[in-house]
Nanobody
Framework: QVQLVESGGGLVQAGGSLRLSCAAS????????MGWFRQAPGNEREFVAA????????NYANSVKGRFTISRENAKNTVHLQMNSLKPEDTAVYYC?????????????????WGQGTQVTVSS
């Protein structure tokens, strides 16, 4: 299966920024829809952002629109999540996910592969 490894998480103050990255092990990465999800303690995993294989179609959760940006570099098998104006409620483990089928979707069950996650903590 595809291995996904997230990086870039950490501790920041409210209003700060972080840039998450996800590296995929497979050369077929460019054909996958990629997504970011997050899960806080006691909460269910929720959709954050997704991007099509070509990068020309994106989708964002309402809670992060205008603050987060998803992008991908297919030549490097990498997807990024730029997070600006962070809020304490953004605190969660952030997961990178890959979907083999080429449609941008928002539900976790529709993704095929998952990374181990990277912790993002936003202090007030």
């Amino acid at each position: 299966q595809v291995q996904l490894v997230e990086s870039g998480g950490g501790l920041v103050q409210a209003g700060g920024s972080l840039r998450l990255s996800c590296a995929a092990s497979e050369r077929t990465f460019s054909s996958y829809t990629m997504g970011w999800f997050r899960q806080a303690p006691g909460n269910e995993r929720e959709f954050v952002a997704a991007i099509s294989w070509s990068g020309d179609s994106t989708n964002y959760a309402n809670s992060v629109k205008g603050r987060f940006t998803i992008s991908r570099e297919n030549a490097k098998n990498t997807v990024h999540l730029q997070m600006n104006s962070l809020k304490p409620e953004d605190t969660a483990v952030y997961y990178c996910a890959a979907r083999i089928r080429g449609f941008v979707v928002t539900r976790p069950v529709e993704y095929d592969y998952w990374g181990q996650g990277t912790q993002v903590t936003v202090s007030s």
